[in-house]
């Protein structure tokens, strides 16, 4: 019998006894694994033909525009750089760093999107003298420049169901070091493989069997997507064989490009507290704060150095497993020629390079954020916001927050162990558009939970009183800050039958004063009297037009602050004033981009008509006498003289509540200080929240406030004894602003006491 017939006997026979086994498999095969496989299959299209990721919803501050003549100082400049993660090094040639030479700086921006479009990176050079930007100069062409935009600091992340961090990017916008360092580390055959590859199963066996720990993985990158996007969802049983026939599906129906892209934007590679982060660029600002394309070859290492063990490698809990690790990758990059020697000696070299902490800011403003929720209300809810991979652009400054946190807390410890339980409050908007640059509701500003900044509404005290001089003063034909009048007891009748009795701060009636006395000195009684002869009404009404929607208390003691506002409440009202005159909201969010970086919404607002700006400004220059002679005489008798800002301070009852309300050129701040359960205080206005608001100014680069007296105004001597107009050599004789063609017209001379001074005798 021949060789060939013997074969066809053997197969004869062993079919008789393997073709009940292969019938049932094969029965086995079309009855179940053919079922299952298109199950799978079904499962693969739903989720890949629809691949998309829930991703945070980012809040970013305000950018930094510097222009020449900016008030600007070193210190701030380097706090705004922090905020927004850039890292100093020599020469900042990396997007994402600066170098500082005394009041030279060389900043690298990183590319950002903006209301405005795309904004690129660049490299310049800004110089500071004075507290102010001298010069601005773009390094690579040489040639000055009038401004420059730095992107801002991300503030706060709000996060969707999943809680995870992550930030979807296409594969041309990775670094090639990524894209091929990847492959070379986890997955060498991925051109070639249908996903599942035997070779490398064997590879890493041997590999981890030489080295006794796991120092290669054997699992495709396709593997190791199917283990993300669908294993470890609760579908666990039978977990290789899922496995590989997911994969081997996946590779069926996709392209190697398709793949790649959802293996780099859905991997695991970290944990912060609730957050899970996936994908490399939200892995580049977790470990790194900066962008994908910034990082240099060992960053790229460490990351796919994590991919084997987020956990079992993290840099911060375990830097010197994680610098093995990330040096064992840049071996391989090399031996695999993506690097030469001399940059892997340079690689190895170098520190991880992590920042000290997680680049994943969730909600460092808690009093802000807030402000930004409320204001986006009317156009997204909550659920619209989660997840939905917005980027809010807000009004915040970084540096101006940081400034405020320091000086309350200092101002507030300053006080003593006996006002531990007071808390505090504060707003800075900027003077002339209305954009809060900064909030904070607790004395401990990071602490969330009770917003005193937008929630506490207490009694504003005397802080209403430049309200009812602008209700005067906007009748110049009666109404000037010379007008006469009476500082003397007043009794009013309440409904309650009970007569209203208030007193002066000092319990002395003053007789006849100047108006601009009244408010300097913050004088109750002629307050009440000049608030009486206008109508509490049409104070009222002025009040409510500010719209807050609610009603103005309507009685007498309105006129001395018996109306409760929140800090953000009472810088609305000021806002009026630090605008020169005209009603301008404030406002915490300038824009909304979608994922892309598109502008779906832009939020601007547009200041009022301006009806009052004459008697405005006459306020103003008041507020700026009380900074100077009156109840805050402290701004005055110190450095910040020089700033010339208007303000004032109030004190609600009992002395429960202190209040400062000031600005200059650029900046208001609405400063509270008081007890959540209203007990006394001790502090006025003057030595609790004023104290603060110093604190802040003498950090704040900020400008003169230079009050424009020679428009819609008129200089003029008066004698504030009579309001009458006098010659500027007369004794006691002031020199005032008034509405133009209002001043005085009647003069009273001064030659009867020109005599008796000159023969020694006093004047009457």
Partial sequence: ???????????????????????????????????????????????????SWETPTRIYARALEIAPGLPLDAATLRLELEAARYDEITGARAPGSFMRDGDRFVISRRAFASLDGLEKARRVEVVLARARVASIKDIDSGKAIERVRLDPARIATLYGAEQEERRVAK???????????????????????????????????????????????????????????????????????????????????????????????????????????????????????????????????????????????DPRRSPERAQARRNLVLQQFFD???????????????????????????????????????????????????????????????????????????????????????????????????????????????????????????????????????????????????????????????????????????????????LIDVLVNSWNLSTVRLGMLVGVDRVRALIESFGFGRPINPNPSLLLGSLDLSPLEVAQLYQYFAADGHALPVVAVRGVLDRDGKPLRRYTSKPGAGDYVDAARLVTYAMQQVNLRGTARAVGAGPLVRLNSAGKTGTSDDSRDSWYAGFSADHLVVVWVGRDDNKPTGLVGATGALKVWMALFDALPTRPLDLNLSQGLELAWVNPESGQRTEPDCPGARQLPFVAGYAPQQEQGCTMERLREWFGGEPD
């Fill in 1 to 51: 019998m021949s060789f060939i017939a013997r074969c066809v006997e053997l197969a004869h026979l062993l079919w008789r006894w393997l073709r009940a086994p292969f019938w049932l498999g094969l029965g086995f095969v079309v009855a179940f694994i053919v079922p299952y496989a298109l199950y799978l299959d079904a499962q693969v299209r739903e989720r890949f033909d629809d691949l």
């Fill in 171 to 313: 594969l041309g916008q990775m670094p090639p070091l990524l894209v091929a360092g990847l492959q070379a580390v986890e997955d060498r055959n991925f051109k070639h493989h249908h996903g599942v590859d035997a070779v490398a199963i064997l590879r890493a066996s041997w590999a981890n069997l030489v080295a006794g720990h796991v120092v290669q993985g054997g699992s495709t990158l396709t593997q190791q997507l199917v283990k993300n996007l669908f294993l470890d969802r609760g579908q666990n049983f039978l977990r290789k064989g899922n496995e590989a026939l997911l994969a081997l599906l996946i590779e069926a129906r996709y392209d190697k490009h398709r793949i790649l892209e959802a293996y780099i934007n859905e991997i695991f590679l970290g944990q912060q507290g609730g957050q899970a982060v996936h994908g490399f660029a939200a892995a580049s600002e977790f470990y790194f704060g900066r962008e994908l394309n910034t990082l240099r070859a060992p960053d790229v290492a460490l990351l796919i150095g994590l991919v084997q063990g987020p956990s079992y490698y």
């Fill in 336 to 514: 695999t020629g993506l690097i030469d020697a001399d940059e892997l000696a340079r690689a190895k070299a170098s520190p991880l390079g992590i920042s000290e902490t997680p680049g994943l800011p969730r909600n460092r403003f808690p009093a802000f954020i807030d402000l930004v929720r409320a204001q986006l209300k009317r156009d997204y809810d909550d659920a619209a916001l989660r997840g939905a991979g917005l980027s809010v652009l807000t009004t915040l400054v970084p540096s101006a927050q940081l400034s405020a946190e320091k000086a309350l807390q200092e101002s507030l410890s300053a006080l003593g162990k006996k006002q531990d339980d007071t808390q505090a409050a504060l707003v800075v908007t900027g003077a002339r558009d209305g954009e809060v640059q900064a909030v904070i509701g607790d004395r401990a500003p990071d602490q969330p939970g009770f917003n005193r900044a937008l929630d506490a509404r207490r009694p504003i005290g005397s802080l209403v009183k430049p309200f009812v001089f602008l209700a005067a003063l906007a009748q110049p034909q009666r109404y000037s800050l010379a007008s006469i009048v009476e500082d003397a007891p007043v009794s009013l009748p309440q409904p309650n039958g009970k007569n209203w009795m208030p007193q002066n701060a000092d319990k002395i009636a003053h007789g006849r004063v100047a």
